[in-house]
């Protein structure tokens, strides 16, 4: 069953084409990722679903109502967590949740039980007295997906779930999100710029790039869509065309004084290709990564374009001074 | 509108609402300064001009403690309102106005929250009235009811115009262009009678606050300029156009 449905959505900000006649199906129960770099136009297209943003034109249902002409039917149905943190930390984490549920509406003999059990969820029940502001980066967040599925949405949206958290808790971060989807029964559209984690978590990942779907399939698909595995060597002199010569290798190409290589079953070939390249400095054999695929596809390291724009700097003192950390 | 849509915008009321009392009483070194200052006023600044000056027969301190009660409820209905900038800074607004109940109610919430911070400061302030001689105990109620009304006011202009703002810049400028004339025009420290300048009778009788200020010591004191329904109305009056001023500009803001 298709949950979110987009025809040719498209957002423009006078001239500039943030997304570019977006198509997508999402079925229900799926963990879709929408990968791209910063500014491919990600947060828009959430923005848009999630009734925040206007399309400028196209359109998208979600669970059958229209995020134009249903806009309050389509914000009971989802459930969000923003990419920057909307926690109330003057609140304690059951406070949060208790605003929320009256927000969307929870009826008052169920809430006290729902908002335990979320409490539980993210193990944070022993600190749900504590004001918000004592948490940590990675409670926060865990408390933020508590609340986006407070309400029981049929699809939950998380913008970067685990931007600027250390890579140990964004591993555990996912664990909840896998464990949440799971136990919730809920649709899971994110968005992410770390292909790697992304990779282990979704079903389906779209690849996004200019505002524009540029790839669309499960992750395996797509790096079976780069027609075998990766062999990288470092070297000064790479023969290029003796190697595109050969019959089993389907792309070659220079990346900053790398030579790669995308062959089939290159455990096989590994020994004839380097028999053909002088003065080896490193070799490295692997399945491609969701990485390797964005840049078949764009031409760029996806890591170029992810410098992480904090904002102001008084933004960023007033952030500092929120968190009270 | 369905009966099951009402109740779930009056519990949006009421969760906005909730919101804003919590956060009242978590911040208590906020409610001292608010209620310090116009103690400030009373005592410090009231006994130091009340030494030489007295108006209608009655001691100074007396004379200006309705016009301090007013300013209360300006200063601290006109900053809860601005206060969105700031919280539009760190994205606490963002997660309430995703939220499947309507700006308005949001807004009303935010209202009303206002409006119980400022109503509160000012039993507080109340509480020092024994102090004040000439205060008639029987008009407290009657002066509540005006100063809540007039906090209505004041909260959706701040309201009003914290949407507008995106930055905090803007404080300095409200307060040094809004807030202290409209404070020092109300006839909150002075008579308004002919003694005073032609212009400057003019430019306090445009000014809402006066007839709050009237209507409060009109009450408290039995002295005053307009009758009193002449007050109430005016205050009435300018909440509902703020109240709307507001509704309007928080539903549009971004």
Known sequence: ?325 | MSEGRVRKELMGIYAVWWREFKVFQREKSRIVSSIVQPLMWLFLFGSGVGASVSVSNINYQDYIFPGILAMLVLFGSVYFGLYIVWDRKLDVLKAILVAPVSRISIFMGKVLGGCTDVTLQIIVLFLFSFLFPSINPWGIPLALLLLFVTSIALVSMGLALGSLFESLEGFQVISAFLIFPLFFLSGALFPVDDKLPFWLQGLVKLNPLTYAVDGVRGVLLNIHVFPFYVDFIVVIFFAITMFLLGSVLFSRMK
Not at chain 1, 169 to 177: C, F, G, P, S
Not at chain 1, 283 to 290: G, S
């Open chain 1, 1 to 325: 069953m298709v949950i979110i449905k987009t025809n040719a959505l498209t957002k423009s900000y006078g001239k500039i084409q943030a997304v570019r006649s977006i198509d997508l199906n999402i079925e229900k129960g799926e963990i879709f990722g929408l990968l791209g770099p910063n500014g491919a136009g990600k947060t828009t297209t959430i923005g848009m679903l999630c009734t925040i943003v206007r399309p400028t034109s196209g359109s998208a249902s979600i669970a059958g109502y229209d995020v134009i002409g249903e806009p309050a039917q389509v914000r009971r149905k989802v459930g969000i967590v923003f990419q920057d943190p909307t926690l109330d930390t003057v609140l304690t984490g059951r406070e949060n949740l208790e605003l929320h549920a009256r927000l969307y509406g929870v009826p008052s003999d169920i809430r006290e039980k729902r908002i335990t059990e979320m409490l539980e969820l993210v193990d944070l029940k022993q600190r749900s007295n504590d004001v918000t502001r004592t948490y940590s980066g990675g409670m926060r967040r865990r408390l933020e997906l508590a609340r986006g599925l407070l309400h029981r949405p049929a699809v939950l949206f998380l913008d970067e779930p685990t931007l600027g958290l250390d890579p140990q808790t964004r591993a555990r971060i996912w664990e909840y999100i896998k464990k949440m989807a799971q136990m919730e029964q809920t649709t899971v559209v994110l968005t992410t710029h770390y292909m790697e984690e992304a990779e282990q978590v979704c079903d389906r990942v779209g690849i996004i790039d200019h505002g524009r779907i540029i790839a669309l399939d499960s992750p395996d698909g797509l790096k079976e869509s780069m027609g075998g595995d990766m062999v990288v060597i470092r070297v000064k002199e790479p023969p290029l065309e003796k190697i595109r010569a050969l019959p089993y290798v389907s792309e070659v190409r220079e990346n900053e004084g790398a030579l790669e290589i995308i062959t089939k079953e290159a455990h096989l070939h590994l020994a004839e290709i380097l028999s053909m390249v002088k003065n080896v400095e490193c070799v490295e054999m692997r399945v491609p990564t969701l990485n390797d695929v964005f840049i078949k596809l764009t031409g760029r390291d996806i890591r170029e374009d992810s410098i992480e724009d904090s904002g102001s700097w008084v933004e960023s003192v007033a952030r500092y001074r929120q968190r009270g950390s």
